[in-house]
């Protein structure tokens, strides 16, 4: 189920989902519960927390790089709170994530499963690489301890099981495979699934570009509530549907009731789709404290 290049159609129609604020009312759990905390205390943030909250909920939250993956988030957390006057006066050193970045530009496994491969594959691994894997994991022991028995957002049941029988459902999504798995099987969603595709199975764009491999992109649509997800699409010439933040539960009824049988009959068009538009004005690019 995790293996892409295996995964046989049994229906000429796919529709990839993604999983954490999308399918799930995860995001805002996740990140304020189990992110925040797990870099306040891996890099030594203690001293500037509130701006770290505030900037690293901006970056994965409110704003267009909402479901980017865990480690590019980080390096935009940092990046930001850099350049914020009230983190600079407090003398609060920022770590230099140059050895990350570098990583990031060079692999193509962005998952803690990669980092863990590309520092065994290290006769002395860096020091911030070592203390990126720790907060890595430490992110993961937070949601396992932290995320459970969430629901999905109405009408999500419905609407799979509508899906299932005529297209192929896959999950691609940055979250981790095991997090996935244990998520859908905590609300009996499982059995409409023909695949999950990870963090570990690679990037959103690479994810679709396999899949579209198999199937008709004519025949594929994503549905997602983060920018990540339509570049995703757009990138693959598949259609797109979107999850609109804080109107979820209209957004997954208008795909039940109005926009899954145009896609089956090939009279989908993104654009007459009035939460196409509405969904880039969602997502903001400049922090509130920039405008204050």
Known sequence: MNDLNK?????????????????????????????????????NLQGISKYVR???????????TRGYNRFLALIRTFELLKTRQSVLERGIEIADLTPLINWAKE?????????VDYINMQTNPNPIILQTLAWSK????????????????????????????????????????????????????????????????????????????????????????????RVAADLNDVFF???????????????????????IDKSYNNNLNPYYLQFQKELIDTPKWVLK
């Open 107 to 115: 692999t193509d496994n962005l998952s803690t499963k990669g980092l």
């Open 54 to 64: 505030e900037t690293a909920e901006f970056v994965n939250l409110y704003s267009k």
């Open 241 to 263: 549907y979107p999850i609109i933040p804080n109107n979820e539960t209209n957004s997954w009824k208008d795909f039940y009731q109005k926009a899954f049988v145009p896609f």
């Open 138 to 229: 430490e992110v993961d022991e937070n949601i396992k301890r932290m995320v459970k028995n969430v629901k999905p957002f109405p009408y999500v049941h419905k609407t799979l099981e509508k899906i299932s029988k005529k297209a192929d459902i896959v999950i691609v999504s940055s979250t981790p495979f095991d997090t996935i798995v244990r998520e859908w099987e905590e609300q009996n969603m499982m059995q409409y699934l023909h695949g999950v595709a990870g963090q570990e199975q690679g990037t959103k764009e690479a994810c679709i570009a396999q899949l579209s491999l198999k199937y008709n992109k004519q025949n594929i649509i994503m549905l997602g509530d983060s920018l990540n997800d």
């Open 7 to 43: 995964l046989i159609p049994t229906k000429p129609f796919l529709v990839c989902i993604d999983s954490d604020g999308c399918v799930f009312d995860t995001m805002e759990l996740k990140h304020k519960e189990c992110f925040v905390p797990a870099t306040v205390l891996v890099w």
